[in-house]
T-cell receptor, first 114, second 114 residues
């Protein structure tokens, strides 16, 4: 069984400030981890993914995430927020072995303050 | 253009009136899946298909049916819709190895059941 917990359903940051969105996972087998972004009235698109190569993963739009096995975390960061980053962000986990099911967290809505 | 399409995008219906939401992808992907998105619950998998004629239940399959007769299409059928199926629905597809590959999402179908 696998699950994802996203701490904070809403996060607000000022433009230019650090963005930190938290994700903790639970998995009985080595996980694959993903961050997806959903802009208003759109489907989800992949930001980045961890598939057991480098623990620090760089994605699109300046985002990155670090896989920390000891903390079972995969937090998403961006050094400097931009107005265009306002969206909902979903962390997701899938199992290294199994039915290729993707389990999503409940999402974090990011608001950027001008 | 590589894409996942869904129709209709918006649908208002009444309790008990059978409906079908279509999903089609032009990327020759083996794996397809349906999710529903509800506030505070994130995305939950309804059904998925590993290939033609191979489907299986996800986390919330009750009240839904699917079929996979062709590789490109994966319709979602609600034979007797109820108000608790009011939700935002997403179809997604992926190449083999959906556990570690990106899933490509359609634009969503907003369904209201009165």
């Amino acid at each position: 069984a696998q699950s994802v917990t996203q701490l904070g359903s809403h996060v607000s940051v000022s433009e230019g400030a650090l963005v930190l969105l938290r994700c903790n996972y639970s998995s009985s087998v080595p996980p694959y981890l993903f961050w997806y972004v959903q802009y208003p009235n759109q489907g989800l698109q992949l930001l980045l993914k961890y598939t057991s190569a480098a623990t620090l993963v760089k994605g699109i739009n300046g985002f990155e995430a670090e896989f920390k096995k000891s903390e079972t975390s995969f937090h998403l960061t961006k050094p400097s927020a931009h107005m265009s980053d306002a969206a909902e962000y979903f962390c997701a986990v899938s199992a290294y072995f199994g039915n290729e099911k993707l389990t999503f967290g409940t999402g974090t809505r990011l608001t950027i303050i001008p | 253009e590589a894409q996942v399409t869904q129709n209709p995008r918006y649908l208002i219906t009444v309790t008990g009136k059978k409906l079908t939401v279509t999903c089609s992808q032009n990327m020759n992907h083996e794996y397809m899946s349906w999710y529903r998105q509800d506030p505070g619950l994130g995305l939950r998998q309804i059904y998925y298909s590993m290939n033609v004629e191979v489907t299986d239940k996800g986390d919330v399959p009750e009240g839904y049916k699917v079929s996979r007769k062709e590789k490109r299409n994966f319709p979602l059928i609600l034979e007797s819709p109820s108000p608790n199926q009011t939700s935002l629905y997403f179809c997604a597809s992926s190449p083999p190895g959906a556990s570690y590959n990106e899933q490509f999402f359609g634009p969503g179908t907003r369904l209201t059941v009165l």
